[in-house]
């Protein structure tokens, strides 16, 4: 595929909300532990632009009631999918450089890398999405299978079991379907998470056939360029040593591994 051409651009800043909609039971093959978590966990993400760079992170919510708690003792859900949740991803497009600000443990750490380039196949398939005329293309990415569980079960107030689960064998890496819907009237390069390349802002993104999906939900035609910035908080560390930090903090799950925590 070509670069991508800024001429003629309709709109070529903006600020976009996603909604993140993730199917936890395609996620979890133990029927008993299917039964102690909703179906789908859902989160909203921002995604600011401008025609050189854009920002994406995670949308703070107030906290919900807990839909376990009929009044006292309930489970309360805690889950982390991936190290943008609660972070920042800066890229800037003129520089084809992208900086992650994340946490690990305790500390926030500063990761700067070259923008990633994805293989995307143009389809002739459209749709409209939040009253835009979007077009459908298709990839395929890695991801990894097989995480580690934590599981804490409260039976009262005083009194709490603790049971660990972990999977029988380490992460494997898998190929699966990326289907992207994107905007050509809004040309930038930009989507959900680190996906883009595109001729067009990506408006939907389905990750493994439904698993996780991201779908534009407000789109506005202006942006605060001040809110766009490198992140500067944090230990500057390469690509290689946060894996590494990953691997030795989780048990040897690599970069995106899940934790799913049940208690208090």
């Known amino acids: 595929m070509t670069g991508i051409h800024y001429v003629n651009a309709q709109v070529k800043e903006g600020t976009i909300v996603y909604e993140r909609k993730i199917n936890m039971h395609k996620r979890i093959a133990d029927e008993q532990m299917r039964a102690m978590v909703p179906e789908f966990n859902t989160s909203k993400h921002m995604l600011l632009f401008s025609d050189s760079t854009s920002m994406y992170k995670m949308v703070p919510e107030d906290e919900a009631p807990d839909p376990f708690d009929g009044g006292g003792g309930g489970r309360r859900i805690i889950t982390k999918f991936s190290n943008s949740d609660g972070g920042e991803l800066y890229k800037n497009f003129a520089l084809l450089k992208s900086i992650t600000q994340t946490d690990l443990g305790a500390r926030t750490y500063i990761i700067e890398d070259s923008l990633r380039q994805q293989k995307w196949k143009l389809t002739d398939e459209t749709k409209k999405i939040a009253g835009y005329n979007c077009h459908k293309a298709v990839t395929r990415q890695k991801q990894l299978v097989g995480r580690t569980m934590r599981m804490t079960t409260t039976s009262d107030g005083s009194n709490t079991k603790t049971d660990t689960v972990k999977s029988n064998t380490p992460p494997q890496s898998t190929d699966v379907e990326v289907v992207a819907w994107y905007a050509e009237d809004i040309v930038s390069p930009v989507g959900p998470e680190n996906n883009g390349g595109l001729p067009g802002v990506i408006l939907q ?51 995106g591994g899940r934790t799913i925590r049940f208690g208090n």
């Not at 939900?217 to 560390?237: A, C, H, L, W």
């Not at 690509?239 to 990953?246: G, I, L, N, S």
Request: no cysteine; net charge positive.
């Open 205 to 255: 993104l389905d990750i493994n056939k439904g698993e996780t999906v991201y779908t534009a939900t407000e789109i506005k035609k202006e942006v605060s360029k001040k809110d766009i910035k490198e992140p500067s908080k944090g230990k500057k560390v390469t690509r290689e040593e946060f894996v590494k930090m990953q691997k030795e903090a989780f048990g040897n799950m690599q970069g």
